[in-house]
């Protein structure tokens, strides 16, 4: 069984950075697709950044120029850079793992929290 952990979340002024990490681990069967969603309250969730096969990365509109994914394959991390922050930022974000091949498997991480506030 696929298990991510996240880590990485917290508080931060605007205009602040943090960085966010998700790590698969448990399963030899490794994900082809991995990236990380958003939801802030009474909001549905929202994509941030994917993974869209091979090195792509499709980035959500209200983030492209601010934040930055990249992955350690070999480790199956992957890694979002996080700039220029702003108050409606503030959401749990949650890394999504997807196997597309067999065994298939969609997984989310627990979520962490990421709250701009000054």
């Known amino acids: 069984q696929v298990q991510l952990v996240e880590s990485g979340g917290g508080l931060v002024q605007p205009g602040g950075s943090l960085r966010l990490s998700c790590a698969a681990s448990?399963?030899?069967?490794?994900?082809?697709?991995m990236g990380w969603y958003r939801q802030a309250p009474a909001k549905q969730r929202e994509l941030v950044a994917t993974?869209?096969?091979?090195?792509?990365?499709v980035y959500g509109d209200s983030v492209k120029g601010r934040f930055t994914m990249s992955s350690d394959n070999a480790k199956n991390t992957v890694l979002l850079q996080m700039n220029s922050l702003k108050v409606e930022d503030t959401a749990v974000y949650y890394c999504?793992?997807?196997?597309?091949?067999?065994?298939?498997?969609?997984?989310w991480g627990q979520g962490t929290q990421v709250t701009v506030s000054s």
């Open positions: 999504n793992a997807i196997r597309t091949g067999f065994p298939r498997y969609n997984v």
């Open positions: 993974f869209t096969g091979g090195s792509k990365i």
């Open positions: 448990g399963s030899i069967f490794s994900p082809n697709i």
